[in-house]
């Protein structure tokens, strides 16, 4: 970045701060009280406020956070210093119960002074504005100082950071810049005072403990972890608006922080509330609510407030960092990334509040993000650049069910979603029923709850090729689900479980894969689970009958399974008995038994290992259940109203032990992780929303026709049994029918009479999926198949498996 002081008059005041590069960067709290910016796509910039103050602001996408934080200090140069986030107390409240203007009022804890902040950012520009105004006993007024401390860590990182102090016609204030991304600071009445230093050693804030007052004036430090301060004259100017704008450049920062303080600040306001006012908050969700609606028009908000404004239709999990104060510049991601798994949650949770266009809009955006095998990264940049690469099949499978959702309310558009969509399912046929990583993003194996994706998006993706009139391919995805469908009890499920004592039948959270299947873990063994983030020293090796979770209800929420199946409502009670958590403010879950992902048992911060805390959207999601169950789920929905933070957040998770005041951990309030969780936003307005229509909102009608009937009722009988050369068949029931599939053309060599007949067949095309053949099983009702495979290409010699495969036929059970 080039110096900034061929425009604008460098303040050089003390010189060059001492102390380079500062301490190790961290970022801050992840418990945020509110997540906030314009409803106009022209202000490509966020803020976040917890603890009274703001945090992480991102620019110019919502994945790019600029800043730690920005607080006020208070002295009166002789006897005390206060901050704000540590020594004052605040209220928090919405200007507007439909709009993210944010007001804070703290109060000096002698009672003597009361600052009172609203937050907004300009409806047009990159800038973050706060309007302060101050009241309280004159006679300290007169002789308080206040000053403005920001810490710079733009372009994602704290390291490397620059600032100097500079005048700007006529007023002091700070440009601070890195790489190609300047940051300018100041106030509508200028800055009386400022410096630049290094975090832990020069900066704003050490000066203020040491000397009650500002002593150091420094203009500059560069190439550091850097903060820097600038003094308000409250003796002169009792109300004030402090400014933080963006640019590309320090001319853009600095003329966008100018133009934004020109106009007076209650006309910004009132244009942020009006824009906001269009966004139109799904009001008929109200009479669901125990809090007359609050936490939904939050919501609503939240999630529209997460949609990037570059990468129109991108939506990430969340703006924040779990346990943000305890990471560094090395915890590039947070959750400041889309993953679609929570993006189309999102999606569907604005359906559900009648945004059709906006979850048109995300499907479009996923779309352009597809790879070309149909698949997405586990998650990624907003530009669409993969961050972690793990397959979950879920991930592939929520897109079709967007897609068919949008379909059957007629709100697709010129939008042709049929490539899409058959290249994602042509994906789950090559790699289901194992997922390397199930939901939780940490075991691979047959997990019911991505099962239950995978079947529903199948069946989807079917629906809509049968409109397209591929009534081949429709039969084919169908069929393969309806093989997934057949085998899920069996996948999932044991009949030797020691959760409960009176449950030996249930569900589990994954079966792992066997020898010889994809994602085998040889180091743990045969179905042994390895789970992560565990304490040093504890168990991480279970048997997979010994973990469970509550996933298996997904498959009542998409329609595969009733609500009143006997094997639901055991699992569900080995869920209660192991995971459940009461709180004062209802009932919540874990995600697992012996999960290590959570604040650790002495409250101190997740760091690759803890104890998993229970997770408010879990509550949600059985309140679905519940639901569906024709039980009340009002209890459910009230949990999540009181879970949420003053501002209205849903964290991640709550803490769910007794009360660790030191730590500021109290049970059934948020623990240190994600806050808000969109995810957890999005599973509360799909509550409201199914609570309203007296049905699951996310039910898939044809799935429900397919599966949840009697099976004497069912309109279809599976007699096929699939193999594939990445999972071996071991045997097949006699007059059943083997299916073959491979992604390139075939031709399967075969015998049933041990090589004394011989017998051919071709593969067939199925477009995207591959080829398939097909082998009924005749004859004796007992012996083997044996085959091989062989692959033609014209002009090139055949290529041959080059080993027989044979599978035991079995007698029909």
Known sequence: MSDPTPLYRWLKDEGPAFGAPGLAPRWTSSRKDAVSTSYAASSRVWFTVSHGILNEIYYPTIDRPQTRDMELLFSDAETFCREEKRDLDYDFDYIDSDALAIRVTATDPDGRYVITKEFITDPHHPVVLMNVKITGDETLLSRLKCYALLAPHLNGGGAGNSARSIDVAGKRCLAAWKGNTSLAFGADCGFTRSSCGYVGTSDGFQNLCRDKEMTWQFGEALDGNIAIMGEIDIARHREFTIAIAFGDGHHAAVAQMMQSLATPFDIHRSRFLVQWGRAASPERLTPASTDGGALMRISHNVLLTHEDKTYSGAFIASASIPWGASKGDSDLGGYHLVWTRDMVQTATALLACNRTDTALRALVYLACTQRPDGSFAQNFWIDGTPYWTGIQLDEVAFPIMLAWRLSKMDALGNFDVVPFVVRAAAFLVQYAPITQQERWEETPGYSPSTLAAVIAGLICAADIARTNQSTELAAFLETYADWIESHLDEWTTTTEGVLHPDVKYHYMRIRPPAPGEPFYNEQAGPGIIRIANREPGEQFDFEARQIIDAGFLELVRYGIRRADDPLIIDSLKVVDHVLKIETPFGTCWRRYNHDGYGQKKDGGPYDGWGQGRAWPLLTGE?????LTAGNDCTPHIAAMERFSSIGGMLPEQIWDQADMPA??????????????????????????????????????????????????????????????LRRPLTDIAFGHTLRILHTDRFRV??????????????????????????IPITGPNTGTIIFTLCWSDEGQPDRWLGRNIEVIIVPKS
Not at 759 to 772: A, E, I, K, M, T
């Open 749 to 774: 060599v075969y015998s049933l009479d041990n090589w004394a007949t011989v017998l051919n067949q071709d593969s067939h095309f199925v477009g995207y999926s591959g080829y398939f053949a097909d």
């Open 663 to 724: 730590e500021r951990l109290f049970l059934g309030r948020s623990a240190g992780s994600a806050q808000p969780l969109v995810w957890a936003h999005s599973e509360y307005l799909k509550l409201l929303r199914s609570t309203v229509d007296g049905r699951v909102y996310e039910r898939i009608s044809i799935v429900e026709q397919r599966y949840a009937v009697p099976l004497d009722k069912r309109t279809f009988k599976n007699h096929v049994e699939i193999f594939k």
């Open 622 to 626: 059985r309140g679905h259940y519940e």
